[in-house]
């Protein structure tokens, strides 16, 4: 009897799936993508997401951001459901245009990876208050990690791009997140 109560319990141990923990919302927003379309928050619901915060001129972690994120775009070509967001730190130099350019560059595919612009303070907003990543302040100090979201616009996850197991870790947590009935 014990035997089969130890299997059962092993059993259903083995059953069981993570679900990543909400960690947060995120705010509502409207920004202009690197096609000059305005994406918002609404546009985004009942799609699973990965965010970053970059700009164009980064001498440091952002061409490395982008090429993770390149590499994310690759990895979910069979879920096209999946959305891709890099939200500028730098939005008085990256307009549209710029970001454009910068998309190209990565081979972004702009139905799936939105650049994005607007008012540093509606930036600021979304990174300090809503990521609780980073302020967009002029400084163009930013964070390195990726957050995850999923439909309702909740987040899910943080990943550093830099730390082992970062894409393997975040592609685990997307697909089940993706799973996630609504």
Partial sequence: MKAAIAFLLLFLAGCHTYHPSVLGEV?????????????????????VWVADFIFTTCPGPCPMMSSRMRQLQTATASTPDVQLVSFTVDPAHDTPEVLAAYSKHFLAQPQRWHFLTGSQAALNHLGLDGFHLNAVDGSLDHSTRFALVDRSAHIRGYYSFNED??????????NRVEREKT
């Fill in 165 to 174: 197991g970062f894409p393997k870790a975040l592609l685990r947590d997307l």
């Fill in 27 to 47: 705010p509502d927003f409207q920004l202009t993508s690197q096609t000059g379309a305005t994406l918002t928050r609404q546009s985004l619901l009942g799609h």
